[in-house]
């Protein structure tokens, strides 16, 4: 490195993994220079708060501006669409959600592919951290990073379920309580774990619900680490590493077309699950690894007409507000979750105008990970941000055929133990998910098999870390969220430490 660092860290994305690294940072180094590129736009409300915690209009006006090359093109929105009769199958399988935009929706896929033609990204301040739905289960079994101890990783856990305000929902009154004693009944057994209810990142504020995520994480760092600066319509176009060292990056400031090299003593790139990836393949760091093992979870998301016993929540009131977590195991590498949208957080928060008779039954399987699985970038053509072209190469194998069978009859025997099927059981399309994980993957040793180490640093140069969904190596079912603000947390304490901060608790 020539000259003195602009900043101490730079990162690359506001969501909730690059948020977790300049929170921890902050609280750590209070003196430290931070900046935070975003290519995205800022929006409505305070800095990363949750779409659905903003008045109507503000959400809406929020969500048209996320949508990068879609910006300003409207949409239905989920429940609200649902709510008035929308066709359900629409929001889930094949269409963008509010405030996304495709990748590619029309792939061209080779022979036994079957691509990802509903994956979709948010770019603007919270990436998709202030559009999620919050659901926050434990990984478990072989789905927990092997990488790190069992002990670790649940102090990881623990902080993670604290930076974005976990609350467990659900209790056994109600509507709520008498879905997850149902499901209880049949879905539990040996070697099986209970049902219980998913905890999300939501809290009660009074009699209000407030969702959570970027915002929450970041806190007010602003004020807490006046070093910190959060710079939106900023493409990071390249890391630029100097004899194997990361040593800052090429910003590109979307409004004036300005590029600056900003130099820093860490490079952070929590770019989501596909971007990341890219902005290191722009960067010219390509381990053998990276964009391979893609994985997506298999989902199959059904509407139900519930049945009299599980209609009518006003005697529990919102304390009996739940969504049925039926967790993954390695006996039934599958998530469940059953609720009636009227008397879960969901609901609630779209302001009481849902059918108290609307059920949803959702899987979600675990992918078989093959190498093959990737996201490949052109050395020749761009995309709408100037950045190399992503293409999905994406297969079911034998076992994910089996698991989707498996899906449908698990869809089935949820919805006759509560209700009446609306509809027949489908797998959505591929991508719709939006839990693109593996794409930058850790691993122990630097084997070929993975692209950054246990604490999230990319192999082979120094000073350049990832996060998000990406880093998770695992196949798993359960919201890869919390997985991956653990991880980062975990990550960031290092680069604390390193610049004399409290080393990790
Ligand atoms: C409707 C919805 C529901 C969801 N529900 C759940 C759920 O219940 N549970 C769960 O676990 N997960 C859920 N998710 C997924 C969850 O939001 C993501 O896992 C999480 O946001 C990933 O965090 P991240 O920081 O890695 O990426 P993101 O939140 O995607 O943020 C990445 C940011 O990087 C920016 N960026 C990309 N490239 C560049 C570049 N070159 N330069 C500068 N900036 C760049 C992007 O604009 C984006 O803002 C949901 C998502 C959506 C949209």
């Given at each position: 490195?020539?000259?003195?660092?602009?900043?101490?860290?730079?990162?690359?994305?506001?969501?909730?993994?690059?948020?977790?690294?300049?929170?921890?940072?902050g609280?750590?180094?209070?003196?430290?220079?931070?900046?935070?590129?975003?290519?995205?736009?800022?929006l409505?409300?305070?800095?990363?708060?949750?779409?659905?915690?903003?008045?109507?209009?503000?959400?809406?006006?929020?969500?048209?501006?996320?949508?990068?090359?879609?910006?300003?093109?409207?949409?239905?929105?989920?429940?609200?669409?649902?709510?008035?009769?929308?066709?359900?199958?629409?929001?889930?399988?094949?269409?963008?959600?509010?405030?996304?935009?495709?990748?590619?929706?029309?792939?061209?896929?080779?022979?036994?592919?079957?691509?990802?033609?509903?994956?979709?990204?948010?770019?603007?301040?919270?990436?998709?951290?202030?559009?999620?739905?919050?659901?926050?289960?434990?990984?478990?079994?072989?789905?927990?990073?092997?990488?790190?101890a069992?002990?670790?990783?649940?102090?990881?856990?623990?902080?993670?379920?604290?930076?974005?305000?976990?609350?467990?929902?659900?209790?056994?009154?109600?509507?709520?309580?008498?879905?997850?004693?149902?499901?209880?009944?049949?879905?539990?057994?040996?070697?099986?774990?209970?049902?219980?209810?998913?905890?999300?990142?939501?809290?009660?504020?009074?009699?209000?619900?407030?969702?959570?995520?970027?915002?929450?994480?970041?806190?007010?760092?602003?004020?807490?680490?006046?070093?910190?600066?959060?710079?939106?319509?900023?493409?990071?176009?390249?890391?630029?590493?100097?004899?194997?060292?990361?040593?800052?990056?090429?910003?590109?400031?979307?409004r004036?077309?300005?590029?600056?090299?900003?130099?820093?003593?860490?490079?952070?790139?929590?770019?989501d699950?596909?971007?990341?990836?890219?902005?290191?393949?722009?960067?010219?760091?390509?381990?053998?690894a990276?964009?391979?093992?893609?994985?997506?979870?298999?989902?199959?998301?059904?509407?139900?007409?519930?049945?009299?016993?599980?209609?009518?929540?006003?005697?529990?009131?919102?304390?009996?507000?739940?969504?049925?977590?039926?967790?993954?195991?390695?006996?039934?590498?599958?998530?469940?979750?059953?609720?009636?949208?009227?008397?879960?957080?969901?609901?609630?928060?779209?302001?009481?105008?849902?059918?108290?008779?609307?059920?949803?039954?959702?899987?979600?399987?675990?992918?078989?990970?093959?190498?093959?699985?990737?996201?490949e970038?052109?050395?020749?053509?761009?995309?709408?941000?100037?950045?190399?072209?992503?293409?999905?190469?994406?297969?079911?194998?034998?076992?994910?055929?089996?698991?989707?069978?498996?899906?449908?009859g698990?869809?089935?025997?949820?919805?006759?133990?509560?209700g009446?099927?609306?509809?027949?059981p489908?797998?959505?399309?591929?991508?719709?998910?939006?839990?693109?994980?593996?794409?930058?993957?850790?691993?122990?040793?630097?084997?070929?098999?993975?692209?950054?180490?246990?604490?999230?640093?990319?192999?082979?140069?120094?000073?350049?870390?990832?996060?998000?969904?990406?880093?998770?190596?695992?196949?798993?079912?359960?919201?890869?969220?919390?997985?991956?603000?653990?991880?980062?947390?975990?990550?960031?304490?290092?680069?604390?430490?390193?610049?004399?901060?409290?080393?990790?608790?």
């Amino acid at each position: 490195m020539t000259a003195t660092p602009d900043v101490d860290v730079l990162i690359v994305g506001s969501g909730p993994a690059g948020a977790t690294y300049a929170r921890t940072i902050g609280d750590a180094v209070p003196g430290a220079r931070i900046l935070m590129a975003e290519v995205g736009p800022r929006l409505p409300g305070r800095r990363g708060e949750h779409t659905h915690n903003l008045p109507r209009a503000e959400r809406r006006a929020a969500e048209l501006l996320t949508q990068g090359p879609d910006a300003g093109i409207e949409r239905a929105t989920a429940l609200a669409g649902i709510a008035e009769g929308a066709d359900p199958s629409m929001e889930f399988r094949q269409v963008v959600l509010p405030g996304l935009f495709f990748v590619d929706p029309r792939p061209v896929l080779a022979d036994g592919e079957v691509g990802l033609p509903a994956a979709s990204m948010a770019s603007g301040v919270g990436g998709m951290g202030v559009h999620w739905a919050g659901g926050c289960p434990r990984p478990r079994q072989s789905e927990r990073v092997p990488c790190i101890a069992t002990g670790e990783l649940d102090a990881a856990l623990d902080h993670a379920e604290a930076l974005l305000g976990v609350t467990a929902f659900g209790s056994d009154q109600g509507v709520a309580g008498a879905l997850r004693k149902r499901m209880a009944e049949a879905f539990e057994g040996p070697g099986l774990p209970p049902v219980g209810f998913m905890p999300i990142a939501a809290r009660w504020d009074g009699a209000e619900l407030r969702f959570s995520g970027t915002g929450a994480i970041l806190g007010d760092l602003e004020e807490t680490a006046p070093g910190f600066e959060l710079r939106a319509e900023t493409l990071a176009r390249r890391v630029v590493v100097e004899d194997g060292v990361a040593t800052g990056a090429e910003l590109e400031d979307r409004r004036t077309g300005e590029v600056s090299v900003v130099r820093a003593r860490h490079v952070v790139v929590c770019a989501d699950g596909l971007r990341t990836p890219q902005v290191l393949f722009a960067s010219g760091v390509r381990p053998p690894a990276l964009g391979r093992y893609l994985n997506d979870h298999l989902q199959m998301v059904s509407f139900v007409r519930l049945d009299d016993a599980f209609v009518g929540g006003e005697a529990a009131g919102i304390e009996g507000l739940g969504y049925v977590l039926i967790p993954f195991s390695d006996d039934r590498p599958i998530q469940g979750g059953v609720m009636s949208i009227a008397n879960s957080p969901y609901g609630f928060g779209a302001g009481g105008r849902i059918d108290d008779r609307l059920g949803v039954v959702s899987w979600y399987g675990a992918k078989d990970l093959q190498r093959s699985d990737a996201v490949e970038f052109s050395e020749t053509e761009t995309d709408h941000y100037g950045m190399p072209r992503m293409s999905i190469r994406y297969s079911h194998t034998a076992r994910d055929l089996e698991t989707i069978e498996a899906m449908r009859g698990l869809s089935h025997r949820s919805a006759e133990l509560v209700g009446t099927l609306a509809e027949e059981p489908a797998l959505a399309a591929g991508g719709a998910s939006l839990h693109y994980q593996g794409t930058v993957r850790m691993g122990a040793t630097d084997d070929g098999r993975s692209v950054c180490d246990p604490d999230l640093k990319v192999w082979g140069v120094r000073n350049l870390y990832v996060g998000g969904n990406g880093v998770i190596p695992t196949a798993t079912a359960s919201n890869p969220t919390l997985t991956t603000v653990a991880l980062a947390w975990r990550a960031a304490t290092r680069i604390a430490a390193e610049l004399g901060g409290d080393p990790r608790p």
